[in-house]
């Protein structure tokens, strides 16, 4: 917790962050999870989408919809993102299902590309255009 206020607190101001941290709170002060806007790049225009739902009988509620839905639309009014990608570990099928649920479209997995616990996993790159109507990102531009 103690980390999660210094993260936050460090990236309030008004200069914009290369990162944003948010807590998913339901009522007023019970925190569901957490999610983040990461790598943001400014000059093209682009950021990297993280979320966790801490407990597992929290999950399946549609919070990390909700959260993932107010980040999108935040990112593209506030920061004028028009991409953002979700990086998934090869094998985490349920943020994989939730990506595509909400639009994000698979473009590609990155061979070994991230060492866990003694090996190498594959990553796969889910894109969402925030300037496209659908969402949806044209996976042939
Ligand atoms: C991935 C995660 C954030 C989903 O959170 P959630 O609050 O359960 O997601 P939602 O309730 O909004 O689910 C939306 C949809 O995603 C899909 N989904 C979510 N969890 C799923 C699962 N375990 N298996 C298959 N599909 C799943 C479903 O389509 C679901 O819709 P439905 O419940 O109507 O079928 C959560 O499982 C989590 O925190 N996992 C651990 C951390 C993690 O892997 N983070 C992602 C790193 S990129």
Redesign the pocket.
Known sequence: MAEIRRKIGSQAGPSLAPEYNFVIVEGSDDIL?ECSLHAVDYRNRVGQI?????KEQ?????????AVGQLLAWARGCLGLQRIE????DG????A??FV?LGFVHEGTLSRRYFALGRWHAVRVYGYLTTSPSGFAAVSE
Not at 50 to 54: D, K, L, P, Q, Y
Not at 86 to 89: E, F, G, L, P, T
Request: hydrophobic share 40%; charged share 20%.
């Open positions: 999870g993280g979320i966790c739902i801490w929290d999950r399946r509620h549609g919070h990390a919809s909700d979700a990086w998934v570990n985490n099928q349920a943020s299902a939730l649920r």
